[in-house]
């Protein structure tokens, strides 16, 4: 009932009016209307473009650098790994690397047995120690597996027990 006064009211009001007067208001409400639609609509919707655009160009830059990354993981795939050495040759390259850091003065044991090495190393520097054990493990690829390291008074010192495995 009061939605159908108001449409009357409203009709009445819209009817007593002259019709210079209803093209003056209808090129109002047109004005008011695209003005509404370009605050609320346009305005946001350019702002949001231009954040669209930024995210863009750091998204093709991300995929670009992913993509350079699948690349470069590819081609070392396909690269074959390096037959593993014989125990001889693995042996020699330990010696070559601790001797290299300056460690074979330092170096109480070294047993080769079932494709492991077995080193004890005495009053051994750790960037020393650290320098051959990348060595060896560049070189002969074996690893470390097994490691006791006690620190000793003198700064940077330490006794190393070491297993060495492919």
């Known amino acids: 009932m009061a939605a159908e006064s108001l449409t009357a009211r409203w009709s009445g009001w819209w009817l007593a009016k002259r019709p210079g007067e209803r ?17 609320l ?14 995210e863009s160009a750091r998204t093709a830059t991300a995929l670009a650098a992913g993509r350079a990354t699948a690349a470069d993981l590819a081609a070392l795939a396909r690269t074959a790994a390096p037959a593993p050495l014989d125990d001889a040759a693995a ?22 047995r079932d ?29 470390v597996v097994e490691a006791t390291l006690t620190a000793l008074a003198a700064p940077g010192q330490v006794r190393a027990e070491l297993t060495l495995a492919r």
């Not at 609509?41 to 930024?54: E, K």
């Not at 054990?133 to 690829?141: G, S, T, V, W």
Request: aromatic share 6%.
């Open 23 to 39: 093209r003056a208001l209808g090129a109002l409400a047109v004005a008011i209307a695209v003005a509404l639609a370009w605050a």
């Open 41 to 54: 609509l346009w305005l946001p919707l350019a702002r949001d473009l231009a954040a669209l655009r930024a």
């Open 115 to 143: 494709g492991r090495a077995r080193l004890t190393l005495t009053a051994a520097p750790m960037p020393a120690l650290a320098a051959a054990l990348d060595a060896i493990e560049r070189d002969a690829r074996l690893f």
């Open 91 to 112: 042996r020699s390259v330990i010696e070559r690397a601790l001797g290299q850091q300056q460690l074979t003065a330092a170096l109480a044991s070294f047993e080769w």
